[in-house]
């Protein structure tokens, strides 16, 4: 099968790269309710979405190693107790690793990575305002119907709903970060043979939010 990658800046972007963000899409939407024949019924529009976040991805990681983003061995070591705890502790953590053939030094370096990744992305977000009551109540009032079904108020969805409006506002301020890194970057797309076994780290390490 062929699958739809990109060359950007002169750097590759994997078929795995690819597979990997794909699979978290679909992950995502299968938890949020999507079925499986709605999700194959989509594969093809997840396979382009997937290919734009990988492009996200790796240039969000270029520039924030332009940027030489200041990173802590603490803000490492919190990265590194988020991936044992998201794979079960630290017996299972370095079995992965082993499995992977990487040395924890190594992994270290690529969660390092990923730390200045998500630096940049809160600089890129650092403007979005909170959402206000206003919104939310407007938010509440545009699915009254909804909540009222689950017999919830505007007191309990409150909190819920500013997580969301939130997570919409820091989604749509990365995609004109994302959209202006790509505006200026060189990105070739080219057709390559898929890969047919489990690709992304098991260890948790994708990281853009």
């Known amino acids: 099968m062929k699958l739809k990658t990109a060359v950007v800046n002169g750097a590759e972007i994997s078929a795995e790269a690819v597979e990997f963000e794909l699979e978290r899409l679909v992950r995502f939407y299968s938890a949020h309710g999507a079925s499986a024949e709605e999700v194959r019924g989509c594969l093809g529009l997840l396979r382009e979405k997937a290919l734009e976040q990988a492009i996200g991805a790796k240039l969000l990681l270029d520039r924030s190693a332009e940027l030489d983003i200041p990173v802590t061995a603490a803000d490492v070591d919190a990265e590194v107790e988020r991936v044992v705890a998201q794979i079960g502790g630290r017996e299972a953590y370095l079995a992965a690793l082993k499995a992977q053939g990487v040395s924890e030094d190594g992994f270290r370096r690529e969660l390092e990575k990923g730390a200045k990744v998500n630096k940049l992305v809160e600089q890129a977000c650092a403007s979005v305002a909170e959402p206000t009551d206003a919104e939310i109540a407007a938010f509440f009032e545009s699915r009254r119907d909804a909540y009222a079904k689950e017999n919830r108020t505007l007191v309990d969805a409150h909190d819920e709903i500013r997580d969301l409006l939130r997570h919409d506002a820091r989604g ?38």
Do not use: N, Q, R, W
């Open 172 to 209: 749509k301020a990365m995609d004109a970060f994302v959209a202006e890194l790509k505006a200026a970057a060189k990105i070739e797309y080219k057709t390559v043979d898929s890969p047919h076994h489990e690709h992304g780290c098991s260890c948790g390490c994708g990281h853009h939010h």
